[in-house]
């Protein structure tokens, strides 16, 4: 079974900077996106960034700027680099996997349990 695993997010001052990891583990064949979303308390799931198997990427309006996806395919992991943090900032942030591709499953998407990340004023 695939799973996800995320780490990095913690406390920070307005300005500061995290970075966020994320490793799929399973017995993975291939995974078309992934990703990182996150959601503040009383908000709706926003897209904070992806990026996909062939490197294109896509950010969330909020983050253009400020945030920076890579991944490193061969460890089937993900990294979000936030920069400049700003109290809006603080959420919850989710990594998300796309059209995975598993010995056991095809085109499946998978989410981890969340790592939050304060930014204080």
């Known amino acids: 079974q695939v799973q996800l695993v995320e780490s990095g997010g913690g406390l920070v001052q307005a300005g500061g900077s995290l970075r966020l990891s994320c490793a799929a583990s399973?017995?993975?064949?291939?995974?078309?996106?992934m990703g990182w979303y996150r959601q503040a308390p009383g908000k709706q799931r926003e897209l904070v960034a992806v990026?996909?198997?062939?490197?294109?990427?896509n950010y969330g309006d909020s983050v253009k700027g400020r945030f920076t996806i890579s991944r490193d395919i061969a460890k089937n992991t993900v990294y979000l680099q936030m920069n400049s943090l700003e109290p809006e900032d603080t959420a919850v942030y989710y990594c998300?996997?796309?059209?995975?591709?598993?010995?056991?499953?095809?085109?499946?998407?998978?989410w981890g349990k969340g790592t939050l990340v304060t930014v204080s004023s």
């Open positions: 998300n996997t796309r059209g995975v591709r598993s010995v056991g499953n095809y085109n499946m998407d998978y």
């Open positions: 399973g017995r993975i064949i291939s995974i078309n996106a």
């Open positions: 990026i996909t198997s062939v490197g294109n990427t």
